[in-house]
């Protein structure tokens, strides 16, 4: 009895799951919680995570080579650090770009930090920043509702339904036409309010108050999903015309789109990994398709890699045994690295959805007791468990890494050990248990590709999705 009540604590508590390529855990499953605090919102890059807590409080960790993580320095930061100068304004939105990372706080303030080659962080220059500035641009008249990070691309939605873009537009990626880039916020007007935006490795997607879906941007491929005739104006928004539902949300991969509506979840674009879930016989579609494994489960949030797609499940139909009714998650695709969750050995694509249920790890798991020197006190729990996994944003690897992974002899080996860091706070918790899987999702997400200098950013080549990251 004390033991499920220390369970069902933690689950209040939401807990945060990686697994995948990461340097966080070693390479392998893992996740941690905040002592009196929650984790409400969750974003990945390339190679680093941005958490948002329920006190208002910003944790960054990862890669930092272009100063991504706004602690001040270049170095990577393997544990979860707060980031102390944004504390007095309390975060409310974080969002991770290839290497960059946006905030937006209580006061109104958007701020921005990391690489800035092609001006993705609205400064007016070039210029990378170690540190979070201030995006004059943006004044309390501005609410946003959401922001939105892609490879060298930023965008923000106010809730008054204004889109703002800035960055990279050498595919038309902001539907800013002619303009190469821009490096301030500009305005993306499509005759309507917009709701929300998603930025995806060349293209992006946006969707109106009223739950019309338009894209824009790199059109090879048909991650578009747009007519023939639509493809000679990429570069501005156009109307996907093959979804009659209103949507109600989108996700942009590498070279895929999801899309999900009121009762449906649709896929287009590339699917040679099963990133579409349409089976092994469907490689590319131009034409939004209906993913009919996901039909009869009611799913209420998507997102996408470069090559490998996740959705969670609200709740499953009346004709399905499985013993939990809600918090589901379903991955496919690119099954590299360990990142779909299904398993420690299984690294296979998967052309169709797969579910995965968290699992109970036994009675008498080992735990270590370690402490971080970042932020207050850091606890760190390790427990000797089999199967679990965890979902939310991916990071990816250059093609020239991709390559030395391909070159060695066999797949690199995930240690048959999950860890468990608990709680992030000002004294040490002395024992901890995991989440199981009954656990109610809050937010979760994917993340972008390894960061390159814009002429070697051939995407096409192979960059590898490597790590997820949610909230439970």
């Not at 944790?59 to 930061?77: A, I």
């Not at 570069?235 to 789109?257: D, F, S, W, Y």
């Not at 007791?369 to 932020?375: G, P």
Request: charged residues 20%; contains cysteine.
């Amino acid at each position: 009895m004390r033991e499920l009540e220390k369970l069902e604590g933690q689950k209040k508590s939401g807990a945060v799951f990686t697994f995948g390529k990461s340097k966080f855990a070693e390479d392998v499953p893992s996740k941690f919680w905040f002592k009196n605090d929650k984790p409400v919102l969750i974003s990945c890059g390339d190679e680093h995570t941005a958490i948002v807590t329920g006190n208002g409080k910003l944790y960054m960790f990862g890669s930092n080579n272009w100063g991504q993580l706004g602690l001040g320095s270049k170095n990577t930061v393997s544990k979860p650090t707060c980031v102390k100068a944004l504390k007095p304004e309390k975060t409310k939105l974080a969002v991770c770009g290839r290497n960059h990372t946006l905030v937006y706080t209580e006061k109104g303030n958007v701020y921005a930090a990391g690489g800035n080659s092609e001006g993705q962080l609205g400064l007016g220059d070039t210029e990378e920043r170690t540190t979070f500035h201030l995006i004059r641009f943006f004044t309390n008249q501005h609410k946003i509702k959401q922001l939105a990070a892609g490879s060298y691309t930023s965008a923000a939605v106010t809730e008054d339904g204004q889109l703002f873009v800035w960055g990279d537009n050498s595919e038309g990626q902001i539907g800013l036409a002619d303009e190469t880039y821009v490096s301030v916020p500009c305005e993306v007007d499509v005759g309507k309010p917009v709701s929300s935006v998603s930025c995806g490795y060349y293209h992006s997607a946006l969707i109106t108050g009223d739950g019309e879906l338009y894209t824009f941007g790199e059109p090879e491929n048909g991650k578009l999903g747009l007519l023939p005739e639509q493809l000679k104006n990429n570069r501005v928004p156009q109307p996907v015309l093959g979804i009659m539902e209103k949507v109600n949300k989108v996700a942009c991969g590498g070279e895929h789109t999801v899309v999900l509506t009121e009762t449906d979840v649709y896929t287009f674009g590339l699917g040679q990994y099963g990133q579409l879930g349409h089976g092994t016989f469907i490689f590319e579609t131009s034409v939004p398709k209906s993913v009919k494994h996901l039909r009869r489960h009611k799913i209420c949030n998507i997102t996408c890699g470069e090559n490998h797609t996740a959705v969670i499940a609200d709740e499953l139909s009346s004709q399905t045994t499985l013993p939990e009714n809600n918090g589901l998650m379903f991955t496919f695709g690119d099954g590299r690295h360990g990142k779909l969750g299904l398993g420690e050995e299984n690294f296979t694509n998967q052309f169709d959805p797969t579910l995965y249920l968290f699992l109970v790890p036994p009675k008498g798991s080992e735990q270590v007791v370690l402490e971080d020197l970042y932020e207050s006190r850091l606890t760190a729990t390790f427990s000797k468990m089999s199967g679990d996994s965890l979902l939310a944003n991916t990071l990816q690897l250059t093609s020239a890494r991709m390559r030395r992974r391909e070159r060695e002899k066999s797949p690199e080996q995930f240690i048959r050990m999950a860890r468990t860091l608990p709680p992030l706070g000002e004294s040490f918790l002395k024992s901890s248990l995991p989440v199981t899987s009954n656990t109610s999702q809050l937010y979760f997400s994917t993340s972008l590709p390894k960061a390159e200098p814009m002429k070697d950013r051939d995407h096409k080549k192979g960059e590898v999705s490597t790590h997820l990251a949610t909230v439970f």
